[in-house]
């Protein structure tokens, strides 16, 4: 049974910083892909930031140049520190990775930005 349990989340001020995590389970984090999702009330799910089993990632370009994912194999960790925080980037974050071809999603956690 593959887990994933995000943490992290939690109220930050406009232009504050939060890293979120994901811990991983049942699967050979090392080999697989890892990323996050976010949703915001009344939107669709979007892709944030994805990284490869060798460490390449992508990002959304409402993100690029604040947000940063990274993953620490030996911990089965996927990590996204988020800078510069804006209202838009509230929403629930959710971890995502595949497995022979199965999608696993984290219940997610909730980031809210205050103004």
């Known amino acids: 049974q593959v887990y994933l349990v995000e943490s992290g989340g939690g109220l930050v001020q406009a232009g504050g910083s939060r890293r979120l995590s994901c811990a991983a389970s049942?699967?050979?984090?090392?080999?697989?892909?890892m990323a996050w999702y976010r949703q915001a009330p009344g939107k669709q799910r979007e892709l944030v930031a994805r990284?490869?089993?060798?460490?390449?990632?992508n990002y959304a370009d409402s993100v690029k140049g604040r947000f940063s994912i990274s993953r620490n194999n030996a911990r089965n960790t996927v990590y996204l520190q988020m800078n510069s925080l804006r209202s838009e980037d509230a929403a629930t974050y959710y971890c995502?990775?595949?497995?022979?071809?199965?999608?696993?999603w984290g219940r997610g956690t909730q980031v809210t930005v205050s103004s």
């Open positions: 995502h990775t595949n497995r022979t071809g199965d999608p696993y």
């Open positions: 049942g699967i050979n984090f090392k080999i697989h892909p």
């Open positions: 990284i490869t089993s060798d460490g390449t990632t």
